[in-house]
């Protein structure tokens, strides 16, 4: 079963509050329309760093149908637990399509989780932000962007504005030219500190402003 899940803030007053604190990117919220993500709750910590692990440098299609198969190696076929990926062995995981380094992520995190050093999802309902990334980013292959995505779409935390996303530097530089510094303008990626100075003005919804920056890539 996964967790129930609501945003803590009204969607509404927050694209509010983000249109009122930056011209440029109420322009954006405008063109894009209201703020309508939802957020995939998960079962468990392992279950999300699994997804998030499966799901790096591959396309949506490719990484949902290795994680599928991957899925498909636990004890009922529809859920996978630490004690599923321990068990399996290394030709077992590699013949879902996972590359090596990946399997050995995945080991590294079952391990951990059956040692009880991955903290559950309610343990990291209580810690801050950067206590989770503490928390999570010792398991190989999973680094701060990852743990980032985590606080986002699985424990929906409203103001995370992950710096070394190339989509949200790409959205910056096209969107904010005049927010860049004359060597930087032009540049297809925004630097992350000019990125980080401007999001400011975005505190406490910089889960939202990085919703629509990414949003803003989209064709229209």
């Not at 957020?39 to 760093?49: G, I, R, Y």
């Not at 996978?80 to 290394?90: F, H, I, K, Q, T």
């Amino acid at each position: 079963m996964t967790r129930p899940f609501a945003w803590p803030f009204a969607p509404d007053e927050a694209t509010r509050a983000l249109a009122a604190a930056d011209s440029t990117l109420a322009k954006i919220i405008a063109r894009v329309g209201p703020f309508t993500h939802v957020v995939q709750p998960a079962a468990s910590t392992f279950e999300a760093l699994t997804r998030s692990i499966v799901y790096q440098q591959l396309h949506g299609k490719a990484a949902a149908t290795i994680h599928g198969r991957l899925v498909a190696l636990g004890a009922d076929g529809r859920t996978l637990r630490a004690e599923d990926v321990a068990a399996a062995s290394d030709d077992a995981l590699r013949g879902v399509g996972l590359s090596r380094q990946k399997m050995l992520s995945l080991r590294d995190l079952a391990t951990r989780t059956l040692s009880g050093t991955i903290p559950t999802l309610d343990a990291l309902a209580r810690l801050d932000d950067d206590a989770v990334v503490e928390a999570l980013v010792p398991v190989r292959g999973i680094g701060r962007w990852s743990v980032e995505m985590l606080l986002m779409f699985r424990l929906g935390r409203p103001d995370v504005l992950p710096l070394d996303d190339f989509g949200i530097r790409k959205a910056f530089a096209l969107g904010f030219p005049r927010a860049l510094g004359k060597d930087a303008r032009g540049a297809p990626l925004a630097p992350a500190p000019i990125v980080r100075r401007r999001g400011e003005r975005w505190r406490p919804y910089r889960t939202v402003a990085s919703w629509y920056l990414w949003r803003s890539l989209d064709p229209t």
